[in-house]
């Protein structure tokens, strides 16, 4: 994909204006992303199982952008087919796919491996890792069809440090690392590139849920930057993935972390 094809275009020219979906866009990470990429005139598509990506695209729409909300559960065939639907019959076109939708927050409290049931660890692998697939496939073709396009999966820093007391959520991230590469090599032939990021923690509401409020603080002394990672530290990695910038880069993992783990 070129510059071109990925600057935002204003005015008359709109229908030819890029088109992101973002994956669990609803709150957290995914509602600041959904916002960034709003800004630059893309169009965006908030594919989540949580009713407040209605709430936020009617808020977005109310300011001039063109958000859309799709119910959308990543862990269920039809539900992704739907989506790929919504976004060929509305917008004819996809540009940018970011997979974020991920159980985190509904992770429960840290715990040994031995403690996780084998419910808890398939639902976790089904969202965060076959949600990644599925999504991918489905939505691949439009991709291909609108010339090329960019992949943004969102993995974390956990895989690198090994950090104990969610053996399935970290598990599930090193296989979204490992998917990145693999699908890297099979769409780069498309004009599609399909990089990682991995965060560090982040100070929000699931990451207080998980770890306890004082382990925000901690993680924040850890850093070579030492405060507290906002989501907003991800947007600038976004949207240079999404970017013309980032046209010869693909199936990497950036660690946006604060410095903490030097891939
Ligand atoms: N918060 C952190 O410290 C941190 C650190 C590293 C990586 N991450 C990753 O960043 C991403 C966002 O994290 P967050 O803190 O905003 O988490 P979050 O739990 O607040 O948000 C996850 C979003 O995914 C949605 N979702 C969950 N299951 C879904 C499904 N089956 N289908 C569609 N949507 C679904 C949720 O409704 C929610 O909107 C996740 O992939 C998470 O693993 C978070």
């Given at each position: 994909m070129n510059d071109t094809a990925v600057v935002a275009r204003t005015g008359p020219d709109s229908a030819r204006r890029r088109v992101a979906v973002v994956t669990g866009g609803g709150r957290g990470i995914g509602s600041t992303l959904v916002r960034a990429l709003a800004e630059q005139s893309t169009r965006v598509v908030i594919a989540d199982v949580a009713d407040e990506g209605q709430l936020l695209a009617k808020e977005l729409t109310a300011a001039g952008h063109e958000v859309v909300f799709h119910p959308t559960d990543v862990a269920d065939e039809s539900s992704v087919e739907a989506l790929a639907a919504l976004c060929r019959d509305r917008f004819g076109r996809l540009d940018v796919l970011v997979n974020?939708?991920?159980i985190y927050r509904g992770l429960g409290a840290k715990r040994p491996f031995t403690e996780i049931t084998p419910a808890e660890w398939e639902r976790v692998l089904r969202v965060n890792v076959t949600g990644v697939w599925l999504v991918t496939r489905g939505l691949v073709t439009l991709l291909r069809e609108s010339g090329g396009g960019r992949v943004i999966n969102i993995a974390s820093s956990t895989v690198h440090m090994g950090?104990?007391?969610f053996a399935h959520y970290v598990a599930s991230k090193g296989a979204v690392i490992a998917l990145t590469r693999s699908l890297a090599n099979e769409v780069g032939r498309d004009g599609i590139t399909v990089n990682a990021i991995a965060p560090g923690l982040v100070a929000n509401e699931s990451s207080l849920e998980l770890s306890g409020a004082e382990y925000v603080p901690a993680a924040a002394a850890r850093r070579a930057i030492p405060r507290d990672m906002n989501p907003d530290d991800l947007v600038g990695t976004v949207l240079f993935l999404a970017s013309g910038g980032s046209d010869f880069i693909t199936g990497q993992t950036l660690v946006v972390d604060g410095g903490v783990v030097f891939s």
């Open positions: 974020n939708a991920s950090v104990p007391g």
